[in-house]
């Protein structure tokens, strides 16, 4: 099954796409992810990317659609995956056009006032990515506990420190909102039409909602 998981910054995409991905037996493929790899191994095409990343620009639609194509054409992927973070503009969905057909996108949401507290409290494994959260959130009918590592700052997978994010300071977290909305809400409307999209809302922590977004990708 080849999915898109869209969806604003904080509502839990990372997070979602790597549980799902290891229940369904394909790998979650992140662009932000393959992004800091060519950066991190300090590639010729990492030097280039690195600019764009800094600045927290989007790199250019071309060298990124073509990182994404070499990542899909590996053994693991041919089965399926799960984009996250890609596409994000409708350029971008269209040269994914001529690389993969979409089953199924996958639409996350969350009230903003939500995102923005989540957000700001998110910590991310330095060595390998993976997400926790120390937000304890009420609003409403949504209920979200805290995503807490087994040992305080270290990661449950490897160890590695925890960290936060620069751009996941409160300040710029409302900023990245509107740009999301401003460039990736077209892309809802493109794949709604294509009829391939499903909504999911988050109203609780991933325990519960896993097996929930489970069935609602399954139940095609
Ligand atoms: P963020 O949520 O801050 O955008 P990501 O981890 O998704 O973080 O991406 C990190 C960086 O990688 C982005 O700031 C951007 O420079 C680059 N990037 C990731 N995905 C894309 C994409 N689909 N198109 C262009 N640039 C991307
Ligand atoms: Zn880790």
Do not use: W
């Not at 991905?21 to 393959?34: A, E, N, R, V």
């Not at 280039?48 to 250019?60: M, T």
């Amino acid at each position: 099954m080849k999915l898109i998981f869209l969806g604003p910054p904080g509502v839990g995409k990372g997070t979602y796409a790597s549980r799902i991905g290891p229940l369904m037996g394909i790998p979650q493929i992140s662009t932000g992810d393959l992004v800091r790899g060519e950066i991190k191994n300090q590639t010729p095409l990492g030097e280039k990317i690195k600019e764009y990343s800094d600045k927290g620009l989007l790199v250019p639609d071309e060298v990124i659609t073509e990182m994404l194509k070499k990542r899909l054409e590996e053994d693991d992927a041919q089965k399926g995956f799960i984009l996250d973070g890609f596409p994000r503009t409708l350029n971008q969905a269209g040269l994914l056009e001529n690389v993969a057909e979409i089953d199924q996108v996958i639409n996350l949401n969350l009230a903003d006032n939500v995102l923005v507290q989540k957000i700001s409290a998110r910590r991310i494994c330095r060595n390998c990515g993976d997400i926790y959260n120390i937000a304890d959130i009420h609003e409403g009918d949504i209920h979200m506990p805290p995503v807490l590592p087994k040992k305080e700052g270290a990661c449950d997978r490897c160890g590695g420190p925890l960290y936060h994010r620069d751009d996941d300071k409160e300040g710029v977290v409302r900023e990245r909102l509107l740009v999301y909305k401003k460039e990736t809400q077209p892309l809802i409307d493109y794949y709604r039409e294509k009829g391939i999209l499903k909504d999911f809302h988050v109203n609780a922590g991933p325990k519960q909602m896993v097996p929930k977004l489970m069935e609602l990708i399954k139940g095609k």
